[in-house]
T-cell receptor, first 112, second 113 residues
Framework: EAGVTQFPSHSVIEKGQTVTLRCDPI?????LYWYRRVMGKEIKFLLH????????ESGMPNNRFLAERTGGTYSTLKVQPAELEDSGVYFC??????????FGPGTRLTVT | RKEVEQDPGPFNVPEGATVAFNCTYS??????FFWYRQDCRKEPKLLMS???SGNEDGRFTAQLNRASQYISLLIRDSKLSDSATYLC??????????????FGSGTRLSIRP
């Protein structure tokens, strides 16, 4: 069974630019989550999709972040315009039958 | 106060030692609990779920005390390959599709030969 994939693995952009991160969860995982880990801090929840619907987006930092999951398969997370404090590792995860999470390898975003 | 608290470590123990990690959570609405392992610059991977009755998987034993809102992980006969950061996770979700997952900041473990 293929695991969760994320693209790109690394992204270096300048402040003010736009970046779009992509996550492909394990097939059949209706629940998809986005997380962010800023250096030196714990992993923080950003939002939760159930299929194509946003179930909980209370963790999104501000309106520069936009997540979508059209068709309920892959998801994208766009940051526009990026700021320095957006740097970090962005993980997505799908939820299994027993509420366990299957994480992708993450996208390391650096905003300069 | 953080909703899920862990001792950050690092724990530096010799190979073969037994090591115990503790974690406390403050939100009594939390329903499910997990230990994840995260290697350097990698994604978290599920180590084990934690049940009130306690559960064991080989050298690993996890315990949950709901009254004290306390979770533990015990590693026996530690191996060099156990070196990693161990994340305590609480999930407020129950049987609904809503869940709010809170991660502890992780406990670093280093096993020395």
């Amino acid at each position: 069974e293929a695991g969760v994939t994320q693209f790109p693995s690394h992204s270096v952009i300048e402040k003010g630019q736009t970046v779009t991160l992509r996550c492909d969860p394990i097939s059949g995982h209706d629940n998809l989550y986005w997380y962010r880990r800023v250096m030196g801090k714990e992993i923080k929840f950003l939002l939760h999709f159930v299929k194509e619907s946003k179930q909980d987006e209370s963790g999104m930092p501000n309106n520069r972040f936009l997540a979508e999951r059209t068709g309920g398969t892959y998801s994208t997370l766009k940051v526009q315009p990026a700021e320095l404090e957006d740097s970090g590792v962005y993980f997505c995860a799908g939820r299994g039958l027993f509420y366990e999470q299957y994480f992708g390898p993450g996208t390391r975003l650096t905003v300069t | 106060r953080k909703e899920v608290e862990q001792d950050p470590g690092p724990f530096n123990v010799p190979e073969g030692a037994t090591v115990a990690f503790n974690c406390t959570y403050s939100n009594s609405a939390s329903q499910s609990f997990f230990w994840y392992r995260q290697d350097c610059r990698k994604e978290p991977k599920l180590l084990m779920s934690v049940y009130s009755s306690g559960n064991e998987d080989g050298r690993f034993t996890a315990q949950l005390n709901r009254a004290s809102q306390y979770i533990s992980l015990l590693i026996r006969d530690s191996k060099l390959s156990d070196s990693a950061t161990y994340l305590c996770v609480a999930d407020r979700g129950s049987n609904s599709s809503a869940s709010k997952i809170i991660f502890g900041s992780g406990t670093r473990l280093s096993i020395r030969p």
